[in-house]
């Protein structure tokens, strides 16, 4: 190979590994900046959490049909596709909040039941369920105040299981209550039962969220109210 044509070829070789060297050295530099995958996986739980959070305040304040994914995105200041690559539609966006939020009132629920009288472990749900609303205002409208899309349902959740299922434990106690003879007579559906104490519960807890401030009203204490309100469903269950 003669000398003229052997320079250029030395000459290509050189910059081939100078670009090279620069690109291996550019993508070290980056691999060095980007955070570990533990912290890579929190920082994806915290988008995903945040997401979670400024949708819920929308379908609660706009309801859920009203809102779409472009308004969440502009809410948590996210761009329209970060939003997908955690969730690919509104509807999974919503079971993920659904799921999340009923699985917390049933540990709440789990955390009460404390008694071996049945009757004290409803009127102690009654109690736990008004303060998970009053102490998460925004889960609880979603859940129970808010008309989500029908046919909708936490599909992480195990239906029926006490553990998981809020309802389910309360019937389960309820049940137990007329197993043993404690219900007064008269009182054999207990899905009735059960979801009449749910519902004067579900009506004081909404009161105390909706007009609670309203001072046309002189108020007694709301944990008085609360007290009063689940000891006289408890009572007027009871078989005497």
Not at 8 to 35: G, H, N, Q
Not at 86 to 111: G, P, R
Not at 127 to 155: E, I, T
Request: glycine content about 4%; charged content about 25%; proline content about 5%.
């Amino acid at each position: 190979m003669s000398l003229e044509v052997a320079r250029p070829l030395r000459t290509a070789r050189v910059i081939r590994l100078k670009y090279w060297r620069a690109a291996r050295y550019a993508w070290i530099r980056r691999r060095s900046a980007m955070p570990s995958p533990p912290r890579r996986d929190q920082a994806r739980l915290a988008a995903r959490q945040t997401i979670m959070e400024e949708a819920r305040k929308l379908f609660v304040a706009k309801g859920y049909d009203a809102v779409t994914m472009r308004d969440i995105a502009r809410a948590t200041q996210y761009t329209a596709s970060a939003l997908y690559y955690h969730f690919k539609d509104k509807a999974e966006l919503m079971m993920a909040i659904c799921s999340e939020d009923f699985l917390k009132l049933a540990q709440v629920f789990q955390s009460a039941l404390v008694h071996e009288d049945p009757l004290e472990n409803i009127k102690a749900m009654g109690l736990a369920y008004a303060r998970f609303a009053l102490a998460n205002p925004n889960h609880y409208r979603l859940m129970f105040m808010s008309k989500g899309p029908v046919g909708l349902s936490p599909h992480d959740l195990q239906h029926g299981d006490p553990n998981q299922d809020a309802y389910a434990a309360l019937h389960h106690f309820v049940s137990l209550a007329q197993q043993k003879g404690l219900l007064r007579e008269g009182l054999a559906d207990t899905h009735l039962v059960a979801q009449t104490f749910w519902a004067g519960v579900h009506g004081m807890v909404s009161l105390a969220l909706d007009k609670g401030e309203e001072p046309w009203i002189p108020w007694a204490s709301l944990d008085q109210r609360l007290e009063l309100m689940t000891d006289t469903m408890r009572r007027g269950l009871e078989r005497r």
